[in-house]
């Protein structure tokens, strides 16, 4: 069964580094999206991605981060210079579909980020 | 604003015990509502939408307009059944999943 394969499962980090948390989606899907869970909280949606563009994005995602599609498999999400708040487990998402019907967003198994 | 609330952190239940799990939102219009799970060591995954009226694993979970809930349930608990759970919504044109806080099923033999 396909699988969003996300990399490294666990990353510790420096405050102030920048730091690339990677993903691949499931092969024939065209929707991406990045999630975080702050330990203890709850599930926050972060951005959407299609067609090499984001689609939507929260609050939480200022300029601080960004995101990619670089070579057509992997889907980045960058933090450009990371604070000790930015730890959590962040999720990678996809889906074959936009919308709400017939809408299933597979997960990847997260990548723990900790800034130190 | 969009909100989904699950007021229990955790639920323990011996094995063959009904359960229900609590999930009641805020949205101004007509959201589609899921309940994802979380084995131990595994990735959320789909459990169930309000879309298709099926039943998965023997949970079932029935949209209440009038009380904008979403509670799930099974009549009979298993053990492996122990997980978490989290309710979520996604809203009238956007794709992004809004999640509750989860609750722990803990079912004990």
């Known amino acids: 069964e396909p699988e969003v394969t996300q990399t490294p499962s666990h990353q510790v980090t420096q405050m102030g580094q920048e730091v690339i948390l990677r993903c691949v989606p499931i092969?024939?899907?065209?929707?991406f999206y990045w999630y975080r869970q702050i330990l203890g909280q709850k599930v926050e949606f972060l951005v959407s991605?299609?067609?090499?563009?984001?689609?939507?994005k929260s609050e939480i995602f200022d300029d601080q981060f960004s995101v990619e599609r670089p070579d057509g498999s992997n889907f980045t999400l960058k933090i450009r210079s990371t604070k000790l708040e930015d730890s959590a487990m962040y999720f990678c998402?996809?889906?074959?579909?936009?919308?709400?019907?017939?809408?299933?967003?597979?997960f990847g198994q997260g990548t723990r980020l900790t800034v130190v | 604003a969009q909100r989904v609330t699950q007021p229990e952190k955790l639920l323990s239940v011996f094995k063959g015990a009904p359960v229900e799990l609590k999930c009641n939102y805020s949205?101004?219009?007509?959201?589609?509502l899921f309940w994802y799970v979380q084995y131990s060591r595994q990735r959320l995954q789909l459990l169930l939408r309000?879309?298709s009226r099926e039943s998965i694993k023997g949970f079932t979970a029935d949209l209440n307009k009038g009380e904008t809930s979403f509670h799930l349930k099974k009549p009979f608990a298993q053990e492996e059944d122990s997980a978490m759970y989290y309710c979520?919504?996604?809203?009238?044109?956007?794709?992004?999943?809004?999640f509750g806080t989860g609750t722990r099923l803990q079912v004990f033999p």
């Open positions: 998402a996809s889906s074959e579909r936009s919308g709400t019907v017939n809408t299933e967003a597979f």
């Open positions: 092969s024939n899907h065209l929707y």
């Open positions: 991605f299609y067609n090499n563009e984001i689609s939507e």
């Open positions: 949205y101004s219009g007509s959201p589609e």
């Open positions: 309000h879309i």
């Open positions: 979520a919504l996604i809203g009238f044109s956007t794709d992004k999943l809004i």
